[in-house]
C-alpha cells in the first residue's frame, strides 16, 4: 500500500495517535500494518495513556510477555464495566498515589490492594446492597487503607495518616480514612444499629476519622450519593449531603459511559486540592497529615502589614454543626497563621527584629450583618489562669463564651488552641515558623467572614521598642461548600 512507503517511524507516529480499538481495526488491513500495530513500542504508549502502566502487568500486578497482552488483559478483566469509567477510576488512583508519593510518603504503604469482583459481592449480600459501579471500581483498585492500631485510635494524637485528612481546634481532632471493605461491613452494622436505621438501609460507612472524635461518611448505595453526620446523627440520624446532587447520574448502568456517583466525584475532587495546593500537608509536632485548611484565595486571605504577615481560613465542620438549631446552625473552625517576614517589624523606617501580640479584633458576619464583635487580650480570649496540657498546649473546654467588650457591649468570644506556642502573646521573629492559631465559631446562616486586626508591639511586651501597631486580618469567608469533606 501506498501509505506504507512512508516509513515505519512515520507510521508508528499516526498510530499512536489512535484509540486502540482503530488500531485493532488497522491490523486487519494488511500483513504490514499488522505489524506495525502489533509493536510492543505501540502497545506501551497505550498501556501508559490509558492505564498508567510503566510496565507490561495485568490488573493483579503480574508481569506479562508484552504491552499488549497486558492490556488485553486489563480488558477482559474489567469487561463488565464501561471502559471510560475504568480509565476515570485508573487516573484518579494514580493521581493521588503520585501526589503522596510526591509529598506525603508515610500515607502510601497505608494503601491496600484492589479486592475482587467477589469480595465485593461478599459485601453485597452481608449488608443487601448493590454498590454503584464508580465506588466498585474505587475498591476494585484500592481496598481502601490500613487503619491505626486501636492503641493508636484512642490517643488525641493518633495517626494522621488519612487520605482525606482533616483539622484540629480545641481538643477536637478529626482526620478521615478510606476505609477497606471489611472495616465497611463492620462500622455500617454497627452503626445502623445505633442509629436504629432498617435492615433494609442502603446506607454504607466507606470513610471515619480514626481519632478519638468521630466523623462519619455514608454512602447511599441507591441514589449514589455521599452523606456526612452531623452534631444530631446519634439523636436522629441527621445527615448532609457531600456532593451537588446535579453531578451524580446513572450509578447503576453498566452501559452508560457518563455515569458517576458523588464517592468518584468527592475523590476527584480530593485529588484537585492536593495538586493545587488548595489543601497541604501541615506537620503537628513531629507528626504529619493532609490538613483541610485552604491555603490559596480566595478561601485564604493574606494580609502583611510592617513585616507582619498573616494568612486566614475557614472550614466547614459538619460533626459539630446542629442544622435544628437557630443560633449553632452552621459550626466553622479558622486558622490563623502569622509570621515575621525578613528584615523583621519596619514602622516608619525604623527595623525591629521581634514583636509581640497581645491584643485582637474580630467582626464575625452571616451574610452582610455583624453576628459578633470582638476585643480581647491576646489570642486566648482569657486573661491569665490558661488550662495548659503537658506539652504546653493552650486550651479551652468551650466552644463560645459570652463576654464583653471595651463599650460594655455583650458578644460571644470565640476562643481556640495554640499549637505551637505555649504563651498566648506570641512573640514572632524572622526566620521561625508561622505561628498557628485555631479555633471556631457557629454561624445561623451562610453565608459570612471573619475579619480584624491583631496589635502588636515592637520589641516584646517585656521590653517594648516603640508603640503598638495595628496588623490587618484580611476577610475570610466562612461558606457552606459544595462539597464537604
Same mark, same amino acid.
Given at each position: 500500500?501506498?501509505?506504507?512507503?512512508?516509513?515505519?517511524?512515520?507510521?508508528?507516529?499516526?498510530?499512536?495517535?489512535?484509540?486502540?480499538? %482503530?488500531?485493532?481495526?488497522?491490523?486487519?488491513?494488511?500483513?504490514?500494518?499488522?505489524?506495525?500495530?502489533?509493536?510492543?513500542?505501540?502497545?506501551?504508549?497505550? +498501556?501508559?495513556?490509558?492505564?498508567?502502566?510503566?510496565?507490561?502487568?495485568?490488573?493483579?500486578?503480574?508481569?506479562?510477555?508484552?504491552?499488549?497482552?497486558?492490556?488485553?488483559?486489563?480488558?477482559?478483566?474489567?469487561? @463488565?464495566?464501561?471502559?471510560?469509567?475504568?480509565?476515570?477510576?485508573?487516573?484518579?488512583?494514580?493521581?493521588?498515589?503520585?501526589?503522596?508519593?510526591?509529598?506525603?510518603?508515610?500515607?502510601?504503604?497505608?494503601?491496600?490492594?484492589?479486592?475482587?469482583?467477589?469480595?465485593?459481592?461478599?459485601?453485597?449480600?452481608?449488608?443487601?446492597?448493590?454498590?454503584?459501579?464508580?465506588?466498585?471500581?474505587?475498591?476494585?483498585?484500592?481496598?481502601?487503607?490500613?487503619?491505626?492500631?486501636?492503641?493508636?485510635?484512642?490517643? @488525641?494524637?493518633?495517626?494522621?495518616?488519612?487520605?482525606?485528612? $482533616?483539622?484540629?481546634?480545641?481538643?477536637?481532632?478529626?482526620?478521615? /480514612?478510606?476505609?477497606?471493605?471489611?472495616?465497611?461491613?463492620?462500622? #455500617?452494622?454497627?452503626?445502623?444499629?445505633?442509629?436504629?436505621?432498617?435492615?433494609?438501609?442502603?446506607? &454504607?460507612?466507606?470513610?471515619?476519622?480514626?481519632?478519638? %472524635?468521630?466523623?462519619?461518611?455514608?454512602?447511599?448505595?441507591?441514589?449514589?450519593?455521599?452523606?456526612?453526620?452531623?452534631?444530631?446523627?446519634?439523636?436522629? $440520624?441527621?445527615?448532609?449531603?457531600?456532593?451537588?446532587? $446535579?453531578?451524580?447520574?446513572?450509578?447503576?448502568?453498566?452501559?452508560?459511559?457518563?455515569?458517576?456517583?458523588?464517592?468518584? &466525584?468527592?475523590?476527584?475532587?480530593?485529588?484537585?486540592?492536593?495538586?493545587?495546593?488548595?489543601?497541604?500537608?501541615?506537620?503537628?509536632?513531629?507528626?504529619?497529615?493532609?490538613?483541610? !485548611?485552604?491555603?490559596?484565595?480566595?478561601? +485564604?486571605?493574606?494580609?502583611? #502589614?510592617?513585616?507582619?504577615?498573616?494568612?486566614?481560613?475557614?472550614?466547614?465542620?459538619?460533626?459539630?454543626?446542629? &442544622?435544628?438549631?437557630?443560633?449553632?446552625?452552621?459550626?466553622?473552625?479558622?486558622?490563623?497563621?502569622?509570621?515575621?517576614?525578613?528584615?523583621?517589624?519596619?514602622?516608619?523606617? @525604623?527595623?525591629?527584629?521581634?514583636?509581640?501580640?497581645?491584643?485582637?479584633?474580630?467582626?464575625?458576619?452571616?451574610?452582610?450583618?455583624?453576628?459578633?464583635?470582638?476585643?480581647?487580650?491576646?489570642?486566648?480570649?482569657?486573661?491569665?489562669?490558661?488550662?495548659?496540657?503537658?506539652?504546653?498546649?493552650? &486550651?479551652?473546654?468551650? /466552644?463560645?463564651?459570652? #463576654?464583653?467588650?471595651?463599650?460594655?457591649?455583650? +458578644?460571644?468570644?470565640?476562643?481556640?488552641?495554640?499549637?505551637?506556642?505555649?504563651?498566648?502573646?506570641?512573640?514572632?521573629?524572622?526566620?521561625?515558623?508561622?505561628?498557628?492559631?485555631?479555633?471556631?465559631?457557629?454561624?445561623?446562616?451562610?453565608?459570612?467572614?471573619?475579619?480584624?486586626?491583631?496589635?502588636?508591639?515592637?520589641?516584646?511586651?517585656?521590653?517594648?521598642?516603640?508603640?503598638?501597631?495595628?496588623?490587618?486580618?484580611?476577610?475570610?469567608?466562612?461558606? !457552606?461548600? %459544595?462539597?464537604?469533606?
Amino acid at each position: 500500500m501506498e501509505l506504507e512507503i512512508v516509513g515505519a517511524l512515520a507510521i508508528h507516529t499516526v498510530l499512536s495517535k489512535l484509540s486502540p480499538r %482503530d488500531v485493532a481495526m488497522v491490523a486487519c488491513v494488511s500483513k504490514g500494518f499488522r505489524t506495525y500495530a502489533s509493536e510492543n513500542s505501540l502497545w506501551s504508549l497505550i +498501556c501508559a495513556n490509558e492505564l498508567c502502566l510503566s510496565s507490561p502487568q495485568d490488573s493483579l500486578g503480574n508481569l506479562l510477555p508484552s504491552f499488549k497482552e497486558a492490556y488485553q488483559a486489563w480488558r477482559e478483566a474489567f469487561g @463488565m464495566y464501561p471502559w471510560s469509567l475504568v480509565r476515570r477510576v485508573i487516573r484518579f488512583w494514580s493521581r493521588i498515589k503520585s501526589w503522596l508519593a510526591a509529598n506525603f510518603p508515610e500515607a502510601v504503604p497505608t494503601l491496600r490492594k484492589g479486592v475482587t469482583e467477589d469480595e465485593i459481592k461478599e459485601l453485597e449480600k452481608s449488608l443487601k446492597v448493590k454498590l454503584p459501579l464508580p465506588t466498585r471500581l474505587v475498591y476494585r483498585f484500592c481496598d481502601g487503607q490500613e487503619l491505626p492500631s486501636e492503641e493508636c485510635r484512642g490517643s @488525641m494524637r493518633g495517626s494522621l495518616l488519612g487520605l482525606i485528612g $482533616g483539622y484540629t481546634f480545641y481538643t477536637h481532632q478529626v482526620n478521615v /480514612f478510606l476505609l477497606p471493605l471489611k472495616q465497611v461491613i463492620l462500622e #455500617t452494622k454497627d452503626i445502623i444499629r445505633h442509629l436504629g436505621f432498617s435492615s433494609q438501609s442502603k446506607y &454504607l460507612v466507606v470513610a471515619a476519622s480514626c481519632t478519638n %472524635d468521630e466523623k462519619f461518611f455514608f454512602l447511599n448505595c441507591a441514589n449514589g450519593q455521599l452523606y456526612v453526620g452531623t452534631a444530631n446523627l446519634i439523636s436522629d $440520624g441527621e445527615m448532609i449531603p457531600c456532593v451537588p446532587n $446535579g453531578l451524580i447520574s446513572s450509578v447503576h448502568d453498566p452501559k452508560d459511559s457518563q455515569q458517576q456517583d458523588a464517592m468518584l &466525584l468527592w475523590l476527584e475532587e480530593h485529588v484537585r486540592r492536593l495538586e493545587g495546593g488548595i489543601i497541604k500537608v501541615r506537620e503537628e509536632g513531629k507528626i504529619r497529615g493532609i490538613n483541610l !485548611f485552604p491555603e490559596q484565595p480566595p478561601q +485564604c486571605s493574606t494580609a502583611v #502589614t510592617n513585616g507582619v504577615q498573616v494568612r486566614a481560613s475557614a472550614v466547614f465542620v459538619p460533626e459539630a454543626s446542629d &442544622l435544628q438549631s437557630e443560633y449553632e446552625k452552621f459550626m466553622f473552625s479558622y486558622s490563623i497563621r502569622m509570621c515575621l517576614l525578613p528584615p523583621g517589624c519596619v514602622i516608619r523606617g @525604623m527595623s525591629f527584629g521581634s514583636c509581640q501580640l497581645y491584643w485582637r479584633h474580630w467582626i464575625i458576619r452571616a451574610h452582610d450583618n455583624v453576628e459578633s464583635d470582638v476585643n480581647g487580650e491576646a489570642v486566648i480570649g482569657k486573661v491569665g489562669g490558661l488550662p495548659q496540657t503537658d506539652q504546653g498546649e493552650c &486550651l479551652l473546654i468551650n /466552644f463560645e463564651k459570652p #463576654t464583653t467588650n471595651f463599650n460594655g457591649q455583650s +458578644c460571644m468570644e470565640t476562643r481556640g488552641w495554640l499549637h505551637n506556642a505555649s504563651d498566648p502573646f506570641p512573640l514572632l521573629s524572622p526566620g521561625d515558623n508561622e505561628f498557628v492559631y485555631e479555633s471556631c465559631t457557629p454561624l445561623r446562616s451562610s453565608p459570612g467572614s471573619v475579619e480584624g486586626s491583631f496589635t502588636f508591639v515592637p520589641g516584646s511586651l517585656a521590653d517594648p521598642k516603640g508603640g503598638a501597631f495595628r496588623v490587618e486580618v484580611a476577610r475570610f469567608p466562612l461558606q !457552606f461548600p %459544595d462539597y464537604i469533606f
